[in-house]
């Protein structure tokens, strides 16, 4: 069975496609910043883990270092949600969400090339982008920059790695997650925003999990260079 590491695992999404991943047999390995929550999680999921932050370095070093020699996929799922216009938009925050966003995801798969590479196990990589990545949304500046990025890391892997490893990335509408909070912690807004969706809802984190559970099978065998939208109808529908 394949060896997925999961980063981001403690956060809504994470957990999701950790849950997902395990009922379906797959081995994991766990990356986030919480010590005690990856504990917990890998005491139920029998996984192993590395607690550290993905905007440094040294982190990927050890997983690289904890995940050893087998690697047959990787789902990165860190990401952030500072919605601020330019003009009040500091470069400090710009330079975080695309350190969290974009350069931890191609660190992350710089640090566990060699196990992907020699993998025969069908490798598979699995990024979350953003529909506002596709479709220009006003006080986005910083998201819009950084999974901007990851969506042209994600096409550039995906050639560079082939036929080896596929990449592919989700690129989610606005989800009912932790994260997204300060949006959907207001009815009105939060049932506002659902309506600008054809299917009339936010999405979940089990939507997303779905998603990625397929991306990195096999039964996708034949899908790279994607950025698959799951955004209930938001970018081409709306």
């Known amino acids: 069975m394949k060896k997925i590491v999961i980063y981001g695992a403690t956060g ?8 997902k991943l ?4 797959y081995l994991l390995h766990l990356v986030a910043r919480e010590q005690e929550k990856l ?3 890998a005491s ?19 997983v690289a270092e904890d995940v050893g020699k087998e690697c047959d996929g990787i789902i990165y799922t ?7 216009p330019l003009r009040t938009t500091k470069s400090q925050d710009m330079l975080h969400a695309f350190q969290i966003n974009a350069l931890g995801a191609a660190l992350a798969v710089q640090s566990l090339l060699k196990p992907l590479k020699k993998s025969s196990n069908n490798p598979s990589i699995v990024f979350f982008t953003s529909v506002a990545a596709q479709r220009g949304f006003a006080n986005h500046t910083s998201i819009g920059m950084a999974k901007g990025a990851l969506s042209s890391l994600t096409l550039t892997l995906a050639a560079e790695l082939a036929p080896r490893v596929r990449v592919n990335a989700i690129a989610p509408s606005l989800c009912d997650t932790k994260l997204a909070t300060p949006l959907t912690s207001n009815e009105a807004l939060k049932e506002g925003i659902a309506k600008m969706h054809p299917l009339k809802r936010l999405g979940s984190p089990q939507d997303l999990a779905n998603a990625a559970s397929f ?17 209930g109808g938001r970018f081409n529908c709306a």
């Open 78 to 84: 860190p990401g952030s949600l500072n919605l601020a």
């Open 39 to 41: 504990e917990t999680m």
């Open 12 to 19: 809504d999404t994470g957990s999701a496609i950790t849950k």
């Open 22 to 25: 395990y009922d379906q047999g």
């Open 44 to 62: 139920i999921y029998k996984t192993g883990f590395t607690a550290g932050d993905v905007c440094h370095e040294q982190t990927h070093l050890q």
């Open 215 to 231: 991306l990195v099978s096999n039964e996708s065998s034949w899908i790279t260079g994607q950025i698959i939208g799951v955004d």
